[in-house]
T-cell receptor, first 114, second 111 residues
Framework: NAGVTQTPKFQVLKTGQSMTLQCAQDMNHEYMSWYRQDPGMGLRLIHYSVGAGITDQGEVPNGYNVSRSTTEDFPLRLLSAAPSQTSVYFC?????????????FGSGTRLTVV | KNEVEQSPQNLTAQEGEFITINCSYSVGISALHWLQQHPGGGIVSLFMLSSGKKKHGRLIATINIQEKHSSLHITASHPRDSAVYICAVRYPETSGSRLTFGEGTQLTVNP
């Protein structure tokens, strides 16, 4: 089924470990983004991309890296995990820059850093 | 302070009731989105508004640009409407898929 695929769904990391959250879409969307969702706060933008080879920082980029080598994939890398990065992470993609046709979200990755 | 304010934070209704969820923002925007987050965590786009009103089934979304306010209405509510409803705005100077989100309204519809 067409959509956004996020893996893994759950992950526990130890402080200082690194990992990559995977995000792939098969809708040929140019626009992709990563958000984190924390209790009592709205979703916050970490990084986004307007096309292959182009990425930019969002609201809370520290501690995260991204790359966009293909239109389909937009992985999020945690360089050295910290307890403050415990959160639920969502990847989203859209066809138009303002989401005229809506946004498609992945099912989320629940990350716990101990 | 969040630039996007939603009210109420929590809402409990009986099946069949008319529901209204409000969203206010502080500066001019280029677009406003309403999203639904299911109890399992999945997020679905419901509407994008830049002016006026949109309707899809039992859901109606309106926006008043001058008052910087949007409402999401659910007619004839049903327990399957129970979810978190999230308002998000896009500011004119931003690019790509950058959205600023409200904290969400938790809706529970009892049978």
């Amino acid at each position: 089924n067409a959509g956004v695929t996020q893996t893994p769904k759950f992950q526990v990391l130890k402080t200082g470990q690194s990992m990559t959250l995977q995000c792939a879409q098969d809708m040929n969307h140019e626009y992709m983004s990563w958000y984190r969702q924390d209790p009592g706060m709205g979703l916050r933008l970490i990084h986004y991309s307007v096309g292959a080879g182009i990425t930019d920082q969002g609201e809370v980029p520290n501690g995260y890296n991204v790359s966009r080598s293909t239109t389909e994939d937009f992985p999020l890398r945690l360089l050295s995990a910290a307890p403050s990065q415990t959160s639920v992470y969502f990847c989203a993609s859209s066809y138009s820059p303002i989401g005229s046709y809506g946004y498609t979200f992945g099912s989320g990755t629940r990350l716990t850093v101990v | 302070k969040n630039e996007v304010e939603q009210s109420p934070q929590n809402l409990t209704a009986q099946e069949g009731e008319f529901i209204t969820i409000n969203c206010s923002y502080s500066v001019g925007i280029s677009a406003l989105h309403w999203l639904q987050q299911h109890p399992g965590g999945g997020i679905v786009s419901l509407f994008m508004l830049s002016s006026g009103k949109k309707k899809h089934g039992r859901l109606i979304a309106t926006i008043n640009i001058q008052e910087k306010h949007s409402s999401l209405h659910i007619t004839a509510s049903h327990p399957r409407d129970s979810a978190v409803y999230i308002c998000a705005v896009r500011y004119p100077e931003t690019s790509g898929s950058r959205l600023t989100f409200g904290e969400g309204t938790q809706l529970t519809v009892n049978p």
